[in-house]
């Protein structure tokens, strides 16, 4: 027999990249605890408090507040294979990957999708995507909030109104923009958002935090269908069958909700974290930790022009949490990034598709929008990239960054 290896010792890394970020460590404390059964009463418990925090985040009413078991991706699947029946028609407003990813899943769905496209690095004005509602007459409107390919922030304000007036239910992937930028999902009128742990909400992935509004949650109901086995008298399949039962959100609200109702068993230490990130967020108090956001933001992006970096995109709706910027010519984008991990244990991203090679993207998020790992992430690229010959003034990015420190006052 082989020898097997150690136990699970990964090297210490600061991760500057677009998500996943370093989890907080009370997040991973929350996540050592031990195991409770789920019908337990303090896990039903436990729940509950984790739906009323999740109201906080998302700044909702809506009972219909869960989490979904999966990566974010998880909550996507199950936010449109609920909502979407086969030969629905679907919208999606594309300004990245993640609007790609959109209209992938509605079309797994059955849907007939429908897409307008901005250049990437721009965003959509309320005017563009009512024209393209018109055209269409969707079902539903699926759009990002923050798409991390381009670390543009798609204005959202607008589009409930829209959607209401035009009968259309109003989905949102806030996965990169949760808990870093400003997020109303009642004022703003959105019907199902979905987001993760793994960036502004300072968690590892895993978990797919949910909302569901009262008009989206009574679409999904009437979809409603009973498994063999766990059927009680008077249960009826109502409408289509949803084509997910693992992804299944008539199911998961029974399950979260009064019923009880047996689904899955509980991922329950990803329960924990899924908790743990929301307390905090709501012990800082949302409103400063997108204030936290855009000042590590703010300080990131000058200190990275200072180096003599050209951002990517239209900085005005630039995300707070992410910032791209242009490989300098004659600098080897991947080796540098390498440069960076393996010299300073330091982890930046690039962006796909047009982008790949082309942007690097440095996050400050979560955990990591903080003083200390800005100005040692400025310090340290600055090194890699006079390394590759590109001419830096010697301090120019971390003193940029402190004078954002020095003349913020958020
Ligand atoms: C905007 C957005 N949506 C969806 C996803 C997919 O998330 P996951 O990888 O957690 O499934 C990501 C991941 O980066 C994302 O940034």
Redesign the pocket.
Known sequence: MSTPPGQVDPPPRLLMG??PINADPRVLRAMSAQLVGQYDPWMRAAMAETSALYRDVFRTANEQTLLVD???????EAALVSLVEPGDVVLVPVF?R?GH?LVEIATRCGAEVHTIEVPWGQVFTPEQVEEAVLATRPKVLAV??????TTMCQPLADLGEICRRHDVLLYC?????LGGNTFETDAWGLDVVTA?L??CLGGP??S?PTTISPRAADVIGARTHVEEGIREPGDVDLGTPIASNYLDLAMIMDYWGPRALNHHTEATTMLYGARECARLLVEEGLDEAVARHARHGAAMLEGLRACGLTVFGDVAHKMHNVVAVHVPDGVPGDTARAALLTDFGIEIGTSFGPLHGKVWRVGTMGHNARTDAVLTTLACLEQVLRAYGAPVTPGAGVGAAREVYAGATA
């Open positions: 677009p998500g999966g990566t974010s991706r998880a909550g996507i990245g993640f990813l990002v909030q923050g798409d991390t390919s992937d806030a996965t990169a923009s993760g793994q960036k992935s895993g797919a």
